[in-house]
């Protein structure tokens, strides 16, 4: 046994973790709760929010680390390198410390892996608001364990996915980083995201914590204007469910403050409720300069080393992306006894980590530079089935689509219809860093969507015009050469919505928040000029948020929406379109008719919602949470509980019988629905409790069968504990909460009871007849 026990893998981690913890130096322990980004850049070229700022004057990488690093921040992901590149410079800086440093622990090296691996060359998968639309866990896994597989092959230990927040601004710049609105869908996806991507050797970061997505106006970074009862029903449980179901082994925190209170420096947060209450052992990492931002945005520090102290505190374990507030934690402190035990803490969640990831074992060496293939053809196979998996079918009441192959000539009309890089989230690296780096184009192969077209109907003319440009006011010229092309086609294809970027340089993406939900720039008089030439329409939106389409449902012979549906999306599109793929998203957000009165999603309480005589502005969306649509045709029979009465802790079967009513096979999402009409605190009025994803042959039947424990209908209570109380539940059927089919009504018998430890999923079986989705396991 060597006499350095922590590097002794027969030794029990915790033994091996305070042998280590009791032989490093005060400066070596603190190294390791920090980070080294080897990245310098001006104002316009960030990717990260004051990115130019804080890197301004980083001191050499061989000064930083020469007692030691916790992380290596984006060596794949800030430039351009190959694969090979990458594992070098890992090589090296990793033996850097290995040689050079006392007690030579390796760092940990993470990236980011929302919409894929994001570095040059790696299959770009949709965004997370696509992952939403698919309603599909298993898919969600396996793309993960693939983006997971590349990632622990080149080196990298930790991934900064997936994106927890729930949507309730669709005007916030990040909604397609999000997987929709609705708690439920984003916690089973989610938790197949982090399981799928664990499986493979890489850690998991569930960000942002919490309440991101709740900023005031939908601005980023903005205060969260909430209270801890809507907090725990809305915003905590996909946290929840990644933590105790999917065993999630890092958490960042978001860069917002709740009720005044930042959430780097929120110890009930990041400490009495993520650990004390759900029992999670991880790391805590910061958002990008978090820490610093206590001082400098959020004003409830003075200098950085009470920034640090704050922070540390609080639960706070790795400052990212560099090191530098705790750095100055012996500054001025005037409780020293209490930062060293916190110092303490925050280290052995590092080195428990690094422990299992296999860095301190006797022998680890990096691995030498080898080419790796991170678009492979597996890679593409499951962008291409999450793609079309994606698109939702809006409208399809004209019976325009499919489209017959031998259409002779379409119009392909929109500012974006012919650029791949618009199928792409701000994520994704040929947006996120390549937009700086032309001479590399995307990195990867991405057939446009014209291209597509041609490809899928051989015998067509397809012409391409802008109409107008995404943001800029356009020209007469552009508008009338795109009113001329519909004009002389069989089919029109208006092609609207979004280009991803960061910071403003797009209009969907981080730092880029809308300041309605109005198609961007001109594009709705596109539509208009586009209408009125009497061509047969399709309406394609192509976005990173629902806008408000109520103006064209019904006059667009048919509409589709495709939250940027990556690499493969294009394909995907083009094969929707002349029915070789049958479209089967469904809306993880609702679609709203116009842009007034928002935000607005479907949880909210009878008060929140449309009413007569309440107010002058109509909030009913066009097209509701769940719709989807498909060239086939379900129906709902009936809606069976195995009984009609269940006590606070009891369990319930709601079982449906749906039929593919259509003359195609096709796949559709049955969605079960709760509603509790009194309870002692408002509630939503439906709420998702269950899905289940099904595919069906042609007059092909099934039953889907829902297994609830009463902690599905729990909610916080006046107490602020979560409850169970007797009383009716309503439950509903359909395929979206717009079209519920099916109801029955369910007594819940028994006194008020406080859930501790909760179930948080609901089973779905279903008959051999169909081919369901599975829940994570």
Known sequence: ???????????????????????????????????????????GEIIAPMQDVFSDGRAPFERVVRNGIGQLTRVFGTAPVSASEGMGRIRDAQRHLLDTTRIAI?????????????????????????WGATFDPALVSEMARAIGRDMSAVGVHQGLSPVLDVATDYRWGRVEETMGEDPYVVSTLASAYVQGLQDSGVIATLKHFAGHATSRGGRNHAPVAMGERELRDLVLPPFEMAVRVAGARSVMNSYTE????????DRW????????????????????WAVAFLKSKHAVAGTMAEAGRLALHAGLDVELPDI?????????????????ADIDTALRRVLRQKIELG?????WEPAEPADHDLDSPANRDIARRMAEKSVVLLDNSADLLPLSRGTSRIALVGPCADDPSAMMGAYSFPVHVLSRHPEFGLG??????????RASFPGSDVVVERGCPLQAPGTTEDLARAVDAATHADVAVIVVGDHAGMFGKGTSGEGSDAPSLELPGEQSDLVEAILATGTPVVLLVLSGRPYALGRFAGRAAAMLQAFMPGVEGAGAIARILVGEVNPSGHLPVQVPHGAAALPHTYLAPPLGQDGDRISNLSIAAAFPFGHGLSYTTFEIHDLVLDSAEMTTDGTVTASVTVTNTGGLAGET???????DPVAQVTRPVQQLVGYARIALGAGQRTQVSFTLHADRFSFTGLSRRRIVEPGEIVLSAGLSVGALARSQTLVMTGATREVVDPVLRTEVACTPTATAVPTIS
């Open 1 to 43: 046994m060597t006499d350095e026990i922590w590097r002794d893998p027969r030794v029990e981690v915790e033994e091996r973790v305070d042998a280590l913890v009791a032989e490093l130096t005060a400066e070596e322990k603190i190294a390791q709760l920090g980070g080294y980004w080897a990245d310098q850049r001006t104002s």
């Open 106 to 130: 390796p760092a940990i090296v993470h990236e980011e892996c929302l919409t894929g691996f994001t570095t040059l060359g790696a299959t770009v998968y949709p965004t997370a608001l696509a």
């Open 258 to 265: 709740t009720d005044r209170v930042p959430a780097a420096a």
């Open 269 to 288: 947060l990041l400490t009495d409720l993520l650990r004390g209450e759900w029992g999670f052992d991880g790391t805590v990492v910061s958002d990008y």
């Open 324 to 340: 530098s507030a705790f750095l100055a934690l012996d500054e001025n402190d005037p409780d020293p006894d209490r930062t060293a």
């Open 359 to 363: 860095l301190l074992d006797e022998g």
């Open 444 to 453: 990867l192969d991405a057939l446009s969507l014209p291209d597509a077209l």
């Open 669 to 675: 999402v049955v969605q079960l629905y709760s509603a």
